[in-house]
């Protein structure tokens, strides 16, 4: 019967012995630091555990800091190996915090930030059309949607078109000709509509026609670099691409209407996203809204550094002032035209509400981003966290839902609302 029910809902084999596959980078959690309690860091570990016991995730990595110092730094389960279509002998790569996974559309996030610091050095002003810059893209009436509008998923372009191969994704030439022969949606900025891919490859020509150097440059120069990271690149290409951690479809096969929502926004079904973001074509690819890959202590630095206001270990990455317009909502609470639910966005990053929004609880001072539904990044300037959850599970609707709702419900009960004087990063 396991076996069935394995099969039926496309689980993994999960150990008994869960320390087995658990590794805890000691060195990196200092909870006593900031009078962060060990029941508390119990608490949370225990909820990302009953989070992989559901069979859905093979591997998850966890990193959370609390008024800067690390309190968890954690993974369990493998990066390879364990899917639920590997056979028992097939070769096991146990997953650890230094495994680097693809964060998917959280990617967003940092590429949106890279935007807003172009507009901090006066290399693009944020309200102007993307034509401005790149005449091509106004084709067939798109000469007035913004950088703003792209950057907020109003852009008007939120699918490439229908029947496009896959390889035209790690085209950038091709797919750059596709958006601007496409006729938008609209153009008044209007309506919410999620731009999963699309508005990455926008913002890529925007930036390197003002820059005169490659996206993948300007990130390496401006923000990993200057912070460390071994990581957080878009795509891992070479030697290094068999470190990355691969993902596996899982959960039951989403069906009518899940599964036309999920063609709408991703363009093809579960089966096929999991080929194409393990075909080392998209691994290697830059693809700005969908394949910055890394760690989760690396993401978890990336938003800790814009709650610190645009500084890390005392370096100024971006100004104040630049993290706050990244931050600031931009229209009301919209039901997303492509995701079909209710959305609070900024112009790049996804915010949080009260009494409960996509960050938890009395979440309205939070902002961040999901990978592909499962994989959660965000900071809490209420709270003055910063956390990210990776995982490797690609499911949509599973039973692993409400163990994931848990584990945001217990990080922010964990962690209380703390006095306006105290908070690192207000937003209005």
């Not at 002998?89 to 959280?106: E, G, H, I, L, W």
């Not at 085209?171 to 509509?193: F, H, N, S, T, Y």
């Amino acid at each position: 019967m396991k076996q069935l029910a394995r099969r039926a809902f496309h689980t993994i084999a999960v150990p008994q012995d869960l320390a087995a596959v658990t590794h805890v980078d000691a060195a990196g959690e200092n909870p006593a630091a900031v009078g962060v309690s060990d029941q508390t860091v119990e608490r949370i570990w225990r909820s990302v555990e009953r989070l992989y016991q559901t069979g859905i995730h093979p591997g998850i990595q966890l990193s959370i800091r609390h008024r800067g110092e690390p309190v968890l730094h954690r993974a369990i389960g493998h990066a390879r190996g364990n899917g639920p279509g590997d056979q028992p002998d097939t070769p096991k790569v146990a997953m650890t915090t230094d495994t680097p996974v693809c964060y998917f559309s959280a990617a967003k996030a940092v590429t949106a930030l890279l935007m807003h610091m172009l507009a901090e050095k006066g290399l693009i002003n944020l309200m102007d059309p993307v034509a401005y810059y790149c005449p091509e893209f106004g084709r067939h009436g798109k000469r007035t949607i913004t950088i703003h509008q792209i950057l907020s998923h109003r852009g008007g372009i939120p699918a490439i078109p229908k029947d496009t191969p896959i390889d035209v994704l790690w085209d950038r030439d091709e797919i750059w000709r596709l958006l601007c022969d496409a006729k938008p949606v609209e153009v008044d900025g209007a309506k919410v509509a999620y731009h999963a891919i699309t508005g990455g490859f926008v913002l890529q020509r925007v930036l390197e026609k003002v820059t005169g150097a490659s996206i993948e440059a300007f990130l390496d120069q401006f923000l990993r670099k200057p912070m460390g990271m071994r990581w957080f690149t878009y795509g891992i290409a070479g030697p290094s691409l068999d470190n990355l951690a691969l993902n596996y479809a899982t959960g039951p096969r989403p069906t009518f209407p899940v599964s036309w929502v999920v063609s709408r926004a991703l363009g093809g079904d579960i089966v096929t996203i999991e080929q194409v973001v393990n075909d080392p074509r998209f691994q290697a690819a830059v693809i700005p809204a969908g394949n910055l890959c890394g760690t989760a202590e690396e993401m978890g630095r990336f938003f800790q550094m814009m709650l610190n206001g645009g500084v890390w270990q005392g370096r100024r990455i971006c100004a104040e002032i630049t993290v706050r317009r990244a931050i600031q909502q931009f229209g009301s609470l919209q039901i997303d035209r492509t995701m079909l639910v209710p959305m609070r966005f900024s112009a790049g990053l996804m915010l949080g509400g009260n009494p409960v929004g996509i960050w938890g609880q009395q979440s309205r001072f939070a902002f961040g981003h999901l990978g592909l539904i499962n994989k959660l990044c965000w900071a809490d300037t209420a709270r003055d966290i910063s956390v990210s959850l990776l995982n490797t599970g690609l499911p949509i609707v599973a039973h692993h839902l409400p163990a994931l709702v848990r584990f945001v419900y217990t990080v922010c009960d964990e962690f209380p609302l703390i006095p306006d004087a105290q908070r690192p990063l207000a937003v209005a």
